[in-house]
């Protein structure tokens, strides 16, 4: 079956995008390229999305409801959605985040989107994350190293893990490259919870009323 219609929606003032029944669909862009997904292959790249064992996660033991996050260290957008996000899941113990990494922003992006990955290794993600996000300005290999450090992170382990994992770490930053195009994302933040997909920084609130629509329709 192949995508039917594209519904647009208000939420709390907040445009976002609904993939509807009785196929879903996608992000209208000039660079999308899943104008002609079917409703099965649009299932197997959410799924895709949401569960690659790689990709870091916040709160994966106790989910219902899973926010995939497409976001640059660089981005200042990403900067201001991260508090947002943070408190959700703070608040929310059974909203799993799933990170894609997907710097846009340089060779500064690109580093710092490895490392975050890296530290997925040593247990320190949330740490690594929560650091990466709040440096100013352009990044530098000294500044991720001073915030990675005072965040408790093994700063000679994380070089190690990120050596040794460079492949596997390398493709997870293709694929998320990948994902976001089909998604029809044009630019970071891109925020996907379950079938409503959110481009650009929103507040809590309009995070919340996704989560709780989506847990509405699960239980339908």
């Keep these: 079956m192949t995508i ?33 997904l079917s409703e099965e292959d649009f299932a197997k790249l959410r799924a895709d999305i949401e569960n690659d064992t790689l990709a870091p996660m916040a709160n994966a ?18 900067r201001k959605i991260h508090p947002e996000i943070q408190s ?17 922003f340089g060779e500064g992006s690109r580093e710092a989107a490895r490392l975050a990955i890296a530290s997925t290794f040593q247990g320190k993600h949330e740490e690594m994350n929560r650091a990466l996000m709040s440096i100013p300005g352009k990044l530098t290999p000294d500044k ?8 408790g ?3 000679f382990r994380l070089q190690s893990d990120m ?12 694929k998320n490259s990948l994902q976001a195009a089909l998604l029809g994302l044009n630019g970071t933040p891109g925020i996907l919870i379950g079938p409503y997909l959110i481009p ?21």
Excluded at 88 to 104: E, K, N
Excluded at 144 to 150: C, F, G
Excluded at 200 to 220: H, M, W, Y
């Design 4 to 36: 039917r219609q594209t519904l647009r929606a208000s939420l709390l003032g907040i445009a976002l995008i609904m993939f509807s029944a009785p196929g879903p669909a996608l992000a209208q862009s000039s660079q999308s390229i899943a104008g002609n």
């Design 61 to 78: 033991d106790t989910y219902n409801v899973t926010v995939v996050v497409f976001s640059d260290y660089q981005c200042p957008y990403c």
């Design 88 to 104: 959700l899941i703070d608040g929310d113990s059974a909203v799993r985040v799933v990170y894609r990494d997907w710097p846009l």
């Design 144 to 151: 991720i190293q001073n915030v990675a450090v005072k965040a």
């Design 153 to 155: 992170v093994n700063w």
């Design 163 to 174: 050596e040794a994992h460079e492949p596997e770490i390398n493709a997870l930053l293709a």
């Design 200 to 220: 650009g920084a929103v507040d809590r609130a309009t995070l919340q009323a996704a989560v709780k629509s989506v847990r509405e329709s699960s239980a339908q």
